[in-house]
């Protein structure tokens, strides 16, 4: 017998946000069902043990386990791997939840395969104006044609028996380069996930110094456009007609961009982002990533054991479960 709800964060080397992540969990008021948290630490030493144990000793109920690589998509595999709920939320270790976050998003399931929740960005008093007003470092889900097509990792709820994420796995490939999360969901929406947006689910992402600037903005959609041009590719897109649309669609934006810019530097940072997004799916067409021939044959390597801070005991029933029966789609 599966227990509800395990909610899964993967970590590397933030401790201090991972501790106020955890706090926020342990906070949640409304209705939801009992939860585990299931922490994956993906960093070469056990860095994370000492916030995780802490957070245990407080009394949220966690699980810990020390899965080094850098690899996002691999921690977060492992995670799929140690859950045994019937519903897996995902959060980042550098979100809080407000007290409502897993309410909203468990009362919004109704009859849907997955539920986000928006993440919203904090700024601080002295970050640009502009940053401010437009909160581009904020994420919601985007509908086209009356459906949300794809999704993201930093604040959602899925049904992992549903068929569309049955055998599902994050591509390693991305696992370095960001964007496996918009392809994991991009192939469960393709495989008929009803994908659901829970506008109260509210997680609050603070931005480091680093990322308020623009250069950091330009780089990371000129990665999301890349993603998503390799995942159209992969899914059969031809290269030339993406490569000419997507020009088309850079040019008309970084023209407005222009045009805006004398007048409303926030309105021209915006649509030049959108124009980078363009840039990058160009650059997918120009030379693409083989996804498919990266995305891994089995739910992953080696012998399910006991880690730090955990017990064998509530190991035991992830393997009798059959979690390792589940295998990546070709």
Same mark, same amino acid.
């Given at each position: ?92 270790? /550098?979100?809080?939840? !407000?007290? +409502? ?6 009362? @919004?399931?109704? &009859? =849907?395969? *997955?539920? %986000? ?112 041009? /390799?995942?159209?590719? !992969?899914? +059969? ?6 490569? @000419?649309?997507? &020009? =088309?669609? *850079?040019? %008309? ?78």
């Amino acid at each position: 017998m599966t227990r509800p709800l395990d909610i899964c964060i993967c970590t590397y080397r933030r401790a201090d946000p991972l501790a106020a992540a955890l706090a926020s969990l342990g906070r949640q008021t409304g209705a939801f069902p009992g939860f585990r948290v299931i922490v994956v630490d993906n960093d070469d030493t056990p860095s994370a043990r000492p916030v995780a144990l802490a957070a245990r000793k407080a009394g949220l109920a966690l699980h810990y386990a020390h899965h080094p690589g850098a690899n996002v998509s691999r921690a977060r595999n492992r995670a799929l791997d140690l859950a045994d709920g019937d519903w897996i939320a995902f959060f980042d270790d /550098d979100q809080a939840a !407000d007290p +409502g976050w897993l309410s909203a998003l468990w009362a @919004a399931r109704n &009859g =849907a395969d *997955a539920v %986000l929740g928006p993440v919203e960005a904090t700024y601080a008093a002295h970050h640009p104006a502009w940053m401010r007003r437009h909160a581009p470092h904020s994420t919601r889900a985007v509908e086209r044609r009356g459906r949300i097509m794809t999704g993201y990792s930093g604040n959602v709820l899925f049904h992992r028996n549903a068929a569309a994420f049955l055998d599902l796995r994050f591509l390693e490939a991305l696992g370095r380069s960001g964007g496996e999360d918009h392809e994991f969901f991009d192939m469960a929406a393709r495989h008929g996930a009803r994908i659901v947006f829970a506008r109260s689910a509210i997680a609050r992402e603070p931005v480091p110094e680093p990322r308020a600037r623009f250069a950091w903005l330009w780089r990371r959609r000129l990665r999301v456009g890349r993603t998503h041009g /390799d995942v159209r590719i !992969d899914r +059969g897109a031809a290269r030339p007609v993406l490569f @000419a649309k997507a &020009g =088309a669609k *850079a040019a %008309l934006c970084l023209i407005v961009a222009a045009g805006f810019g004398a007048v409303n530097r926030g309105h021209a940072a915006m649509w030049a982002l959108r124009g980078a997004v363009h840039l990058g799916a160009m650059g997918a067409a120009l030379r693409p990533q083989a996804l498919r021939l990266s995305r891994a044959s089995g739910t992953g390597a080696g012998v399910l054991r006991a880690q730090d801070g955990c017990d064998t005991a509530d190991l035991a029933p992830v393997g009798q479960g059959g979690a390792f029966s589940r295998r990546a789609k070709p």
